[in-house]
């Protein structure tokens, strides 16, 4: 179990990681840079550009070719991306060095899903996608006050260099240590595994699913990822060391992390409803949903900052509070939507 589960929790890790950091960082970006709020929006949503454009071909890749040899692929992908962010002199190459980080990593929870249908029985898969999703956890706060420790004296760039480096080690893992396992589906044609997306859409159940994981999902990610860091700066008057270990609000922000990522527990629930051959392309047609709506918001929330004054380099309240609650409509329509649901259950037969 273990060479399985703890090579991918390692990429899913830098994953989480990477997702988070512009949130300490985006300060001395904005600076160094001359970013506007626009701009370090679009910047850091080209993580979630990249990750959602690639997740259709991603399932089938991974349904084609098996999670061991594509997620070693990525992640080498993903060191290059840091690589380039680390060396960037100018917005375009942090812009591509940031959208390579994101496509590196856009199999690092979807490979581990596709490993552990390959490698466990299904009763299992939940209480292992809920350990794997707590390792995504953990990467995240460690891109709070740890990456705060070595962005102090160092800099950013010599944090990147060093995430380059961990990508590529966490590839070495994947690629010599789990084990490589028989694909349900084998001698499918590249067509007709494609056309397996048609039969995902428009299946109604999936999209029971998938609505709200996308709006609750996508709402975190995007705050998470980027505006909680600027927030706590702009509005709740926080330091820069504040903001690394978000004090004073950490219980808030604890429960609001712990019920928004539990949105993520809805990939067991499709796998399932789907012949064993489709898991990649089921669980990647609802991610694409997903990280595009994350780029919208998190894109969305800084064009809207920009409505707005600039008072000392910092944001408007007024901007981030207009901003917060449509994001919160949101997932209150989402909520109110799924409620009335109740699963149909099958006759015995």
Same mark, same amino acid.
């Given at each position: 179990?273990?060479?399985?589960?703890?090579?991918?929790?390692?990429?899913?890790?830098?994953?989480?990681?990477?997702?988070?950091?512009?949130?300490?960082?985006?300060?001395?970006?904005?600076?160094?840079?001359?970013?506007?709020?626009?701009?370090?929006?679009?910047?850091?949503?080209?993580?979630?550009?990249?990750?959602?454009?690639?997740?259709?071909?991603?399932?089938?890749?991974?349904?084609?070719?098996?999670?061991?040899?594509?997620?070693?692929?990525?992640?080498?992908?993903?060191?290059?991306?840091?690589?380039?962010?680390?060396?960037?002199?100018?917005?375009?190459?942090?812009?591509?060095?940031?959208?390579?980080?994101?496509?590196?990593?856009?199999?690092?929870?979807?490979?581990?899903?596709?490993?552990?249908?390959?490698?466990?029985?299904?009763?299992?898969?939940?209480?292992?996608?809920?350990?794997?999703?707590?390792?995504?956890?953990?990467?995240?706060?460690?891109?709070?006050?740890?990456?705060?420790?070595?962005?102090?004296?160092?800099?950013?760039?010599?944090?990147?260099?060093?995430?380059?480096?961990?990508?590529?080690?966490? /590839?070495?893992?994947?690629?010599?240590?789990?084990?490589?396992?028989?694909?349900?589906?084998?001698?499918?044609?590249?067509?007709?595994?494609?056309?397996?997306?048609?039969?995902?859409?428009?299946?109604?159940?999936?999209?029971?699913? /998938?609505?709200?994981?996308?709006?609750?999902?996508?709402?975190?990610?995007?705050?998470?990822?980027?505006?909680?860091?600027?927030?706590?700066?702009?509005?709740?008057?926080?330091?820069?060391?504040?903001?690394?270990?978000?004090?004073?609000?950490?219980?808030?922000?604890?429960?609001?992390?712990?019920?928004?990522?539990?949105?993520?527990?809805?990939?067991?629930?499709?796998?399932?409803?789907?012949?064993?051959?489709?898991?990649?392309?089921?669980?990647?047609?609802?991610?694409?949903?997903?990280?595009?709506?994350?780029?919208?918001?998190?894109?969305?929330?800084?064009?809207?900052?920009?409505?707005?004054?600039?008072?000392?380099?910092?944001? /408007?309240?007024?901007?981030?509070?207009?901003?917060?609650?449509?994001?919160?409509?949101?997932?209150?329509?989402?909520?109110?939507?799924?409620?009335?649901?109740?699963?149909?259950?099958?006759?015995?037969?």
């Amino acid at each position: 179990m273990l060479g399985v589960f703890c090579p991918f929790a390692a990429g899913y890790f830098l994953s989480f990681f990477f997702r988070n950091v512009n949130a300490v960082i985006s300060k001395d970006l904005a600076r160094e840079f001359s970013l506007s709020s626009s701009d370090l929006g679009f910047l850091t949503s080209m993580y979630l550009l990249a990750f959602a454009a690639f997740q259709l071909p991603l399932g089938v890749l991974l349904d084609r070719y098996g999670p061991r040899r594509v997620v070693a692929a990525l992640l080498c992908i993903a060191a290059a991306g840091a690589l380039t962010f680390a060396l960037a002199r100018d917005f375009a190459a942090l812009s591509i060095g940031r959208a390579l980080i994101g496509l590196g990593v856009s199999g690092g929870l979807m490979g581990a899903i596709k490993a552990f249908t390959l490698s466990f029985p299904l009763s299992r898969l939940a209480t292992l996608n809920g350990l794997y999703l707590a390792v995504g956890g953990i990467g995240g706060l460690s891109a709070t006050a740890p990456a705060e420790v070595l962005v102090g004296p160092f800099g950013w760039r010599v944090l990147f260099i060093a995430l380059a480096a961990l990508s590529v080690l966490a /590839a070495s893992a994947v690629f010599f240590i789990v084990p490589e396992k028989r694909l349900p589906g084998e001698g499918q044609t590249l067509r007709a595994q494609i056309a397996g997306f048609g039969e995902v859409f428009t299946h109604v159940p999936f999209w029971r699913i /998938a609505l709200p994981l996308v709006v609750c999902h996508a709402g975190y990610l995007a705050l998470q990822g980027l505006w909680l860091g600027p927030w706590l700066y702009d509005v709740a008057g926080e330091s820069r060391v504040a903001v690394g270990v978000k004090s004073g609000l950490d219980v808030i922000l604890a429960v609001y992390g712990f019920t928004a990522i539990s949105a993520a527990l809805a990939y067991a629930i499709f796998t399932p409803l789907f012949p064993p051959e489709m898991t990649g392309r089921v669980n990647t047609a609802s991610n694409v949903l997903m990280f595009a709506c994350s780029f919208v918001f998190q894109w969305g929330i800084g064009a809207l900052l920009r409505l707005y004054p600039v008072q000392d380099g910092r944001y /408007a309240p007024e901007g981030y509070s207009t901003a917060f609650l449509i994001i919160a409509a949101l997932q209150a329509a989402a909520l109110a939507w799924l409620l009335p649901m109740r699963e149909v259950r099958q006759p015995r037969l």
